[in-house]
């Protein structure tokens, strides 16, 4: 698994059993993690797989727009465990 959190980060991957709408992030700075929505993108939202292994993402991870802006969760956001390098999909859950 090609992941940026610790081990001790990641708990048992989960799927949700229904496909749901993400974006495409990536990883821009390793200590403290700041993940950036897909700058390169215009439209960075897709559609996340019924099946794809997802790790909550802990609340210390920040994750910020293609602007630089934070972005926080309505609900918590989760992560996809394997990745697209080097991007991932994240998704919030409410």
Not at 20 to 40: H, M, N, S
Not at 41 to 54: F, H
Request: aromatic residues 6%; positive net charge.
């Amino acid at each position: 698994m090609a992941h940026f959190l610790k081990p001790t980060e990641v708990r048992i991957p989960w799927s949700l059993g229904k496909p749901r709408a993400a974006v495409r992030v990536r990883v821009v700075r390793k200590r403290p993690v700041v993940l950036q929505i897909d700058p390169e993108e215009e439209k960075p939202i897709l559609v996340l797989s019924w099946d794809a292994q997802l790790v909550h993402l802990p609340e210390h991870v920040k994750v910020i727009d293609q602007d630089g802006k934070e972005v926080k969760a309505h609900g918590q956001f989760a992560v996809t465990v394997e990745t697209i390098t080097p991007y991932h999909l994240l998704t919030d859950l409410f």
